[in-house]
Nanobody, 119 residues
């Protein structure tokens, strides 16, 4: 069983930056793929970015150039660096783990962290 805990959310002005963390406990973190999703009020959950077990990355088109996903296996943590934030980035951000190492299956989820971007 893998437990995922997100942190780093908060209130930021438009144009600002935040770095989210997804810390894992249990399992073999270095073999997992980790994805970030977000869900805004009244909207469906949306894919943000993913990183594979060996560092390959994939982004939603609207996040390319603004968001960067990375991992530190020594700390069992995946990061999401978010720059030039916009009010439409306001959402609860969650991470999910794929035990197969990619981003096709999401067996484990965290509780999420709130990101609010003011205009």
């Amino acid at each position: 069983q893998v437990q995922l805990v997100e942190s780093g959310g908060g209130l930021v002005q438009a144009g600002g930056s935040l770095r989210l963390s997804c810390a894992a406990a249990g399992g073999t973190f270095s073999s997992y793929g980790i994805s970030w999703f977000r869900q805004a009020p009244g909207k469906e959950r949306e894919f943000v970015a993913a990183i594979s077990w060996n560092g390959g990355t994939f982004y939603a088109d609207s996040m390319k150039g603004r968001f960067t996903i990375s991992r530190d296996n020594a700390k069992n943590t995946v990061y999401l660096q978010m720059n030039n934030l916009k009010p439409e980035d306001t959402a609860v951000y969650c991470c999910a783990a794929d035990p197969r190492g990619g981003w096709g299956r999401f067996d484990y989820w965290g509780q999420g962290t709130q990101v609010t971007v003011s205009s």
